[in-house]
């Protein structure tokens, strides 16, 4: 069971969505650790803990990004990924359910797309 | 010191109206159908003493209260004056158009974390629970970070349509729709703070 701490591993300053946005994206934290971190984690049957507290505070967008963007852009499937992620925070838990509709919106547009 | 010395004042007069009151009740062996016993034994005595004193404690317990109340009050009113006065300033930010995306969502968390902490520890020590109206705030403080922050994952490219929100090397900019969204917004979250100061100034 691994645990990622964004403000430790990533940064305290998250940013916009995008790397054209700006820097500490969602998109880039997605790429560079969320996603190779999750599909780990699928491979090995573990659940992957992330840790969202610490920071100076997120946008909507960099959550939708991260975790929005593992089934759009990564195409890992909702079921998957909720058996295989968990997200914690003491200080803004209302993040994690925001965190969840953004997935649940992901796929429900992915299979609009389909 | 004026205000001092009319309540000591008072407090004088008082004294000697219920002095005389006494003095003129002493006067009299009997109102009827009551009568004036002179004679005092030591259970009464110690009777007297001891209403006096719970009288006395009684009333040093409530003013002790009060006066922690009143400081508790000044307390929360003047941290709300701070988020009020934040969120003025930050509408004159909000004019340059031209705002960090750290900035404006680290400003939001701390407000937010900060109304929510302040409204739930004042409640612990005080009969209103203030958690819902702290909650509310905070919702408004949250709708305001989407309406600063939030870009489409989709944007679709529209020929003379300029986006609400535009991010670039962190630097947000805003059309001219969005600036007053969100100034409405701000305002909205002002109002709100300043019912809840005069919530908590009624209790």
């Known amino acids: 069971m ?26 880039q934290f997605r790429e560079e650790i969320l ?27 960099f959550i939708e990004e991260s975790f929005g963007g593992l089934i759009r ?42 | 010191m004026r205000k001092a010395i009319a ?9 000697v109206l219920i002095f005389a009151f006494g003095f ?17 034994d030591l259970i009464g ?15 040093r317990v409530i003013g002790k209260r009060n006066d922690i109340d009143k400081k508790d009050k000044e307390i929360v009113l003047s941290r709300l004056d701070k988020i009020i006065s934040n969120y003025e300033l930050f509408i004159t930010q909000v004019h340059s158009n031209s705002l960090n995306y750290i900035d404006v ?13 302040l409204c739930k520890n004042f409640s612990l020590y005080h009969t209103f629970d203030y958690s819902n109206e702290g909650k509310e705030i905070s919702a408004e403080m949250k709708k305001l970070l989407s309406l600063m922050t939030y870009t489409s994952p989709n944007p679709i490219p529209i020929p003379n349509f300029q986006e609400p929100v535009t991010i670039s090397q962190n630097i947000i900019t805003y059309s001219a729709t969005r600036i007053d ?16 100061q005069l919530l908590i100034n009624s209790k």
């Open chain 1, 2 to 27: 691994e645990t990622l701490k964004i403000s430790k591993i990533f940064s305290s300053t998250p940013g916009p969505r995008s790397r054209k946005e700006g820097s500490f994206s969602g998109q």
């Open chain 1, 35 to 61: 996603a190779p971190a999750i599909k780990k984690a699928i491979d090995n049957n573990e659940i992957l803990i992330v840790n969202i507290d610490g920071t100076a505070g997120y946008g909507p967008s």
């Open chain 1, 73 to 114: 852009e990564d195409h890992i499937p909702y079921q998957t990924l909720i058996a295989h992620l968990q997200i914690v925070s003491i200080e803004e838990p209302y993040l994690i359910d925001d965190a969840n509709k953004d997935m649940k919106d992901a796929e429900s547009y992915s299979e609009q797309l389909v």
């Open chain 2, 7 to 15: 309540s000591n004042l008072f407090r004088s007069i008082v004294a």
């Open chain 2, 24 to 40: 003129m009740i002493g006067k009299y062996k009997s109102i009827s159908p009551y009568y004036f016993k002179k004679d005092l």
């Open chain 2, 45 to 59: 005595i110690a009777t007297i003493f001891f209403n006096v004193w719970l009288a006395w404690y009684i009333s």
């Open chain 2, 105 to 117: 969502t680290s400003f939001i968390k701390r407000n937010t974390s900060s109304i929510e902490r």
């Open chain 2, 181 to 196: 969204e969100i100034l409405l917004k701000i305002d909205t979250i002002i109002d709100n703070v300043i019912r809840l």
